[in-house]
């Protein structure tokens, strides 16, 4: 299907892979913020006395609390990051030591004794070090004024960034001095960026287009209509059966000796790994008819006279 450029109208949205966009309109100069390089920290925290380390933190286990039942999750993670320290490394002009200090933060949700759901907040203050992290400064320096206050600011053209998704991996009660307390085991990742303010200039479409659409309204809808659309749920969960028998079947609609009468329907004393299996059931089915009425009657006769065979 090929594009009409006459009616193509630039707009947000996914290239496919026919997608053959047409040529820009304008080379634009944007200012934004640039990635000049990134790392990811990952850590795996569990609660622990004394000073934290790389795999304990002492503030994961909460305050005492009163006839806890059961833990049920954790929920909104948040990210502070508190200050960073930049320390220059010699000899490697733009390569700095990154020294972060940083908070997170979040809710435990849990049950007492007498079924009330109750929470407890959790500040997590945690320090990492990156050895060697390209971060150059910005060699022109930026100064902005802001409207309402119409004061002059200065503004760091170096941005150092952080970004974390965080998941609580277990909670667990422990009774301790006649005490009963909350440990979480807290898993995250953090992104660290170093970011600069710079003008690129890019190709562009123009102006993004203003919707010609209203804002769609979803509309208030009776939940026993709803309820009356649903299709019919399972009322048992799926079951993990093994075949009885072999998927492959024959024009005539019986089974293939040959295909199918593996190893996995096959009795091991008539297996062959060259041939295949050897046992081809009563002589009025030929092993083909699963449900042939003469097969447990001769199964045994044809075995025996077999098994005399070869010995």
Do not use: W
């Not at 042939?292 to 005399?308: A, G, T």
């Amino acid at each position: 299907m090929s594009i009409n450029f006459k009616k193509f109208v630039p707009r947000p949205g996914l290239v496919n892979k026919q997608g053959l966009l047409p040529d820009p309109s304008e080379l634009v100069c944007i200012e934004v913020p640039k990635i000049f390089d990134q790392c990811l920290i990952k850590r795996c925290l569990v609660y622990g006395k004394g000073a934290d380390t790389d795999t304990t933190d002492r503030e994961l286990r909460s305050d005492p609390l009163d006839n806890p039942k059961r833990y049920i999750r954790s929920r909104d993670f948040t990210v502070t990051l508190v200050s960073v320290d930049k320390i220059p490394i010699r000899k490697k002009p733009n390569f700095k030591k990154i020294i972060l200090h940083y908070m997170i933060s979040f809710y435990a949700d849990y049950i007492d004794c007498d079924g009330v759901n109750k929470c407890e907040f959790y500040e997590i203050n945690r320090t990492d070090v990156i050895g060697k992290f390209y971060c150059p400064d910005s060699i022109a320096q930026i100064s902005a004024c802001y409207v309402p206050d119409n004061q002059s600011k200065d503004v760091d053209g170096n941005i150092i960034k952080i970004e974390m998704v965080a998941e609580a991996l277990d909670g667990r009660l422990v009774q301790e001095n006649d005490c009963c307390f909350l440990d979480i085991t807290l898993g995250y990742y953090i992104v660290v960026k170093c970011e600069l303010i710079v003008q690129l200039l890019v190709p562009a479409y123009g102006y993004c287009p203003v919707p010609d659409k209203p804002c769609e309204e979803e509309p208030e809808e009776n939940p026993c209509r709803r309820f009356n659309r649903a299709p019919i749920p399972k009322f048992y969960p799926d079951q993990h059966l093994k075949p009885l028998f072999p998927d492959c079947c024959c024009d005539d609609d019986s089974y293939c000796n040959d295909e199918c009468y593996d190893e996995e329907y096959c009795d091991d004393d008539y297996y062959d790994e060259d041939f295949g299996c050897q046992d081809f059931g009563c002589q009025e089915c030929g092993g083909q008819d699963f449900g042939c009425s003469q097969c447990e009657e001769n199964d045994l006769e044809i075995r025996y006279s077999n098994d005399e065979d070869e010995m």
